[in-house]
């Protein structure tokens, strides 16, 4: 019932606040009939990495985990049009839909679809030694998520912000006996956030049309 109340709520304010998009609706579409999980964020979500990424004047994005690409076109529109984008998919036949999704989109100029392990992507970006990411989305294999933090941070510059989904999961989070290693990862993120010292983080916790879960929001000092 309360569950309702939320999704139907959170349809509500997507109504109002999340602008019709061709490019989002077509995602949708292609995604579910090529069969992919529908997993990707809501479109308040989406609304909600866009803002955060233009609030920080990204003009470097790096995500992990391109499913689609539906989160992809959400971060993508947040970009100048001199802006660049890395996504990286270690589904081959997810980043396939993910790169068709972008092409039609128009912004293939501007985003690239890695295909490969996030863990690996990651530390060849890192050898590379590349200009910083300013914002960075984690909506990946949870249990790496540890992994991800640590090189997104040598990924990063003062004032980047690394934004993780689904830390929340229904409250699994505070269950400090849990035994599954998705959420004992991102516990371990959360320690490493709130004792670092070198981070500021929030969690804004949601209930909508993906339940009862919310965002890690971490800002480098
Ligand atoms: C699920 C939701 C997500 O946002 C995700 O990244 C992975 C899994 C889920 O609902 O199962
Ligand atoms: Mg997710």
């Not at 690996?120 to 960075?136: I, M, N, T, W």
């Not at 991800?148 to 830390?167: A, H, K, M, T, W």
């Amino acid at each position: 019932m309360a569950l309702e109340i939320w999704s139907e709520t959170e349809e509500f304010l997507s109504g109002l606040l999340c602008p019709p998009d061709p490019d989002l609706a077509r995602t949708v579409h292609v995604s579910e009939q090529a069969d992919l999980p529908a997993i990707n964020i809501s479109a308040l979500q989406g609304q909600q990495v866009n803002l955060l990424a233009k609030m920080v004047g990204a003009r470097r994005i790096l995500e992990v985990g391109s499913l689609a690409g539906y989160s992809a076109l959400w971060l993508a529109k947040a970009l100048p049009p001199d802006g660049r984008m890395v996504t990286i998919e270690n589904n081959p036949l997810h980043a396939v839909v993910a790169a068709d999704n972008i092409k039609a989109a128009g912004l293939a100029d501007r985003v690239e679809v890695r295909v490969g392990n996030a863990s690996d992507q990651l530390a060849l970006l890192v050898s590379k030694k590349g200009e910083p990411f300013d914002f960075f989305f984690i909506d990946a294999d949870q249990h790496n998520n540890v992994t991800y933090f640590e090189r997104c941070l040598q990924l990063s510059r003062p004032g980047s912000v690394i934004v993780f989904d689904n830390v929340v999961r229904s409250g699994e989070v505070r269950n400090l006996e849990t035994s599954n290693g998705a959420v004992r990862a991102t516990q371990r993120v959360l320690e490493l956030v709130g004792s670092s010292g070198q981070v500021d983080g929030v969690v804004f916790q949601t209930v909508g049309q993906r339940g009862h879960d919310g965002m890690l929001v971490v800002r480098i000092r």
